[in-house]
């Protein structure tokens, strides 16, 4: 007698392809955040300076996630909704604009890609309950960050902020934390990152770092905890020490030219969500 439960899907499989599916969708929409955010600040700022001196305000259309309609930059044509399926418009298209073809830039569907993996694989390994589901937030964020900030050097206080926030609540019931180790943890990662700043702008008179850094440090100490901050600051550093010497060595980067350590930080953010308790066993192990 046929079996209809026999070639059934494991119940992760559902969930977990679900997810994929939503991080391509939502990889879509962090390219248009991490695309206007910080043309957002940008004409706030503009329109601030123009009111304090008097001048007519420069930017008075409307403009932010949902308006204009995305288009090329190129011809300003308009995407329609078949031009907009994640990864696969960007195939059929060839990778060229439907209009005036010009190219596309890869980062696009890469953007799309790496949100839509990275969410399966956050519901595999954490489930489909408040955890699981507090992951992909956790996740999304930090992708939109982490490229704001490789463009621009800014780390925007409407993405670093909720994510602090969004951390200690997430934590009310313990989900990663203990709510008194997540408020500790974001009181020391803005602290210990505010007093490097200092020290080193004590020292050599030069800053070394943004304060978008000390909040992102602050959010992440607010989901993973203080204990993982240590983790996290020496991940970061390693991998930012690395970069860093390659692009001089390799890419001709200037040594005055900053390097954003966003980035760095949301990568070690990730990687002590995932495998922090075993790194940080491993460390204490090694240590005895």
């Not at 248009?32 to 600040?41: G, Q």
């Not at 994510?163 to 009310?172: A, D």
């Not at 350590?261 to 491993?282: C, D, E, H, N, W």
């Amino acid at each position: 007698m046929f079996d209809p439960y026999l070639f059934a899907p494991p119940a992760s499989v559902i969930p977990t392809v679900f997810a994929g599916v939503l991080g391509l969708l939502i990889g879509s929409f962090l390219n248009v955040v991490i695309h206007r955010v910080p043309r957002m600040m940008q004409r706030e700022s503009d329109n601030y300076v123009a009111h304090e001196s008097g001048k007519p305000l420069p930017h008075t259309d409307r403009y932010n996630l949902m308006v204009p309609r995305s288009a090329c930059p190129h011809c300003g044509h308009r995407i329609t909704a078949m031009e907009n399926i994640p990864v696969l418009s960007y195939l059929v298209l060839r990778g060229k604009c439907a209009e005036c073809k010009a190219p596309i830039s890869a980062r696009y569907p890469a953007v799309e890609l790496l949100t839509g993996a990275l969410s399966a694989f956050l519901i595999w390994r954490f489930g489909s309950g408040l955890a699981g589901l507090a992951t992909l937030l956790f996740a999304w964020l930090l992708i939109a960050m982490t490229f704001i900030d490789a463009d621009t050097q800014l780390l925007p206080d409407d993405l670093t902020l909720p994510l602090l926030w969004c951390g200690l609540l997430v934590n009310l019931n313990g989900t990663f934390v203990p709510l008194s180790d997540a408020v500790i943890g974001a009181a020391a990662g803005y602290l210990v990152l505010w007093s490097v700043y200092w020290l080193f702008k004590l020292a050599t008179g030069k800053e070394g770092m943004g304060y978008g850094d000390f909040k992102l440090l602050a959010a992440l100490g607010a989901w993973l905890g203080w204990k993982m901050l240590p983790v996290i600051i020496l991940l970061s550093s390693l991998v930012g020490a690395a970069v860093g010497i390659a692009l001089i060595a390799f890419a001709k980067h200037g040594r005055n030219n900053p390097i954003p350590f966003g980035p760095y930080l949301a990568v070690a953010g990730m990687i002590a969500l995932l495998y922090g308790k075993q790194l940080t066993q491993a460390y204490l192990g090694f240590a005895v």
